[in-house]
């Protein structure tokens, strides 16, 4: 099975000039046979070398300390992301997860390309690596009691081995090649072998595996496709030294993993179609179904993949929100593999690898607000024209153009806030009062200067602070009564207060009898302590013929800053009552005092209402 696809796959290819000339035929053969064996035996010398490194690499991987579990490490090489890279959990069995024990790394890269959290073991890398630089790195860690400084585990080698991306074309080993063949020969007669390289891992998918082809030189040579060696097309009546001595070949060597290429707008959304990538089987029905999956790379969380059920094509989808000014390119490695394999055929080839590389395209975005919402506090006795707050908005494209800013006046009808055009300082266009609104909704726009559509808003909740302004009343109306026979010091009445301001600690009330009622005064008051007050007879008899309604005037004050305070009236009848302290029988005059109606008025009103109803 094969990765390709139609139009998109742009594998790395490099191009050689091979100038063939056709000799007489006593000249070629040793010339011939020196080169191609010359070529041949350079590039399998490297392979061997590389091969027993990796090995090497593994070995050392497992020859661990009994006292430490980890796994396997490997981290994709040309990691681009913006934060450190995750590689694994360094971990020993001494440590209990109680804080006590730290863990210490050492060796190639330590403390530079690789950091480990000393309290929980995790390894990560700070910077992109080159796995053709350096494909393996080889570290030691050890845990110490932190108290004491005192190893718990010997230290232990570990490797972190590097996987390959494609990110490296073939590279022939000379630039001009110069070979000959004797005329008259005859066809497939070998002319030379040419050899290119990639520094591409050879071991980890298809990165440098080439093919060569022809791109100049038909229909006189041919190139074997594996090897890299050119060898005649036509018979020996064209290869006529007389008709033409000279010959340019150009050969293309390309890498047999190719690459995928797609671009997205960074205003894509999540589940948005990036690109479809082919893969080839020559089985059928069941056993040609495909399988796509995202294995590596810096665009594993911003990209999905899927099978497309009717072509069994690999569909990618955006699969996070993009932005080209923070990240312009992904680079992914893409797993297809059969989903059915016959268990009799497992070593078959049921999977290859493709790499994918996936540009942001840069699209003209409106200003970004740094925040989603603002919330901003003002006290209500601000004084007109100071600054409650402010926002701040960027351009987010390349280009940064400077923004304006402007208050959405359908948020603000009555024009009680404006804000500065360059600064965005948010500030006062009226006194504002708590007890009327204490919470203030308006929306802030966002311009650029040159592109007036380029718009956006931001929500800002002003929330008016309390200060002590108001003075406390009376929770109600009050009115009670007295009996004609009663005892002294006999509670009547509880009252209580209520006050518009808001203090963060809570109200606090005080109660008192006013000084203009302390002379002589009838009544008392006394201070419950709990915002309520008592009152209480100051004597035990009490006349209604002598006077049927009393006025008990009580300062409540507040225990805020600055005090406020005010004085309430309580109006009290005097009434007939039984031996229960039930009351019997009261004055007309007293009935009516309490809404505030002398007898006076009432005769008044009681006479028009007569008249009217007379006529």
């Not at 681009?80 to 209990?96: A, F, R, W």
């Not at 009898?513 to 002379?519: D, I, Q, S």
Request: hydrophobic share 35%; glycine share 8%; proline share 4%.
């Amino acid at each position: 099975m094969r990765t390709s696809h139609v139009d998109s796959m742009l594998p790395w290819t490099l191009l050689c000039l091979v100038c063939v000339t056709v000799d007489a035929l006593s000249l070629t053969r040793v010339r011939d046979r020196d080169i191609s064996t010359a070529g041949r035996t350079d590039g399998q010398q490297g392979d061997r070398t590389t091969t027993e490194t990796l090995k090497q690499g593994r070995w050392l991987l497992n020859r661990v300390k009994r006292g430490w579990m980890w796994n396997q490490f490997s981290i994709q090489e040309e990691y681009t992301g913006t934060e450190y890279l995750y590689i694994g959990k360094l971990q020993s069995d001494v440590d209990h997860g109680d804080g006590t024990v730290k863990y210490v790394l050492s060796g190639d890269g330590a403390g530079s390309v690789f950091v480990i959290d000393e309290n929980n073991g995790d390894l990560h890398a700070t910077r992109r690596l080159d796995r053709e630089v350096k494909s393996y790195y080889t570290l030691r860690a050890t845990v110490i009691n932190k108290r004491t400084g005192h190893k718990l585990e010997p230290e232990t080698d570990f490797v972190i081995k590097l996987h390959d991306i494609n990110d490296n074309e073939p590279m022939f080993s000379q630039e001009l090649y110069l070979g000959s063949v004797p005329e008259r020969s005859a066809i497939g007669t070998s002319v030379i072998q040419v050899t290119a390289t990639d520094a591409d891992d050879s071991m980890y998918g298809n990165s440098a595996k080439l093919v060569y082809s022809i791109s100049q030189g038909h229909p006189y040579f041919s190139v074997d496709p594996n090897t890299g060696v050119i060898r005649t097309a036509l018979g020996p009546g064209d290869m006529d030294r007389e008709q033409r001595e000279h010959y340019q070949v150009v050969i293309e060597a390309k890498d047999m993993a190719g690459i995928f290429q797609f671009s997205v707008p960074e205003s894509s959304k999540p589940g948005t179609p990036v690109g479809r990538i082919r893969a080839t089987d020559k089985d059928i029905g069941q056993n040609a179904e495909m399988l796509f999956s995202i294995v590596s790379g810096d665009g594993m969380d911003m990209f999905d993949i899927s099978t497309d059920q009717e072509t069994q094509e690999g569909v990618i989808t955006v699969g996070k929100p993009l932005d080209y000014e923070r990240k312009r390119s992904y680079t992914v490695e893409i797993q297809v593999q059969n989903t059915e394999v016959d268990p009799r055929f497992p070593a078959m080839g049921s999977r290859d690898m493709a790499t994918v590389r996936i540009g942001v395209e840069d699209v003209d975005e409106a200003p970004l607000f740094n925040k989603a919402s603002y919330l901003m506090e003002a006290k209500e006795d601000m004084a007109v024209g100071a600054a409650v707050g402010s926002v701040s908005a960027v351009d987010p494209d390349a280009a940064h153009s400077p923004v304006r800013y402007s208050i959405d006046r359908r948020t603000d009808m009555d024009r009680l806030f404006n804000v500065h055009p360059g600064n965005g300082s948010v500030f006062l266009l009226m006194s504002l009062d708590r007890e009327q609104h204490a919470w203030h909704n308006i929306s802030v726009t966002a311009t650029e200067f040159n592109k007036p559509l380029q718009t956006s808003h931001v929500a800002v909740f002003i929330r008016l602070l309390d200060i002590n302004d108001n003075a406390p009343t009376f929770a109600t109306t009050y009115e009670t009564f007295v009996c004609e026979r009663t005892k002294t010091g006999q509670r009547i009445q509880t009252v209580s207060a209520v006050d518009a301001d808001e203090p963060a600690s809570g109200h606090r009330f005080f109660f008192s009898l006013a000084p203009e009622g302390t002379h002589r005064s009838n009544f008392t008051v006394r201070d419950n302590g709990d915002n309520t007050a008592g009152i209480l007879t100051r004597r035990s008899s009490y006349q209604r013929l002598q006077q049927s309604v009393y006025l008990v005037p009580v300062v409540i004050t507040d225990g805020d800053y600055p005090m406020q305070s005010s004085t309430g009236t309580l109006t009290v009848r005097v009434c007939s009552c039984d031996r229960h302290g039930n009351m019997e029988l009261c004055n007309a005059e007293a009935l009516t005092s309490s809404a505030g109606i002398s007898t006076g008025a009432l005769i008044a009103i009681l006479l028009c209402a007569i008249i009217l109803l007379s006529k």
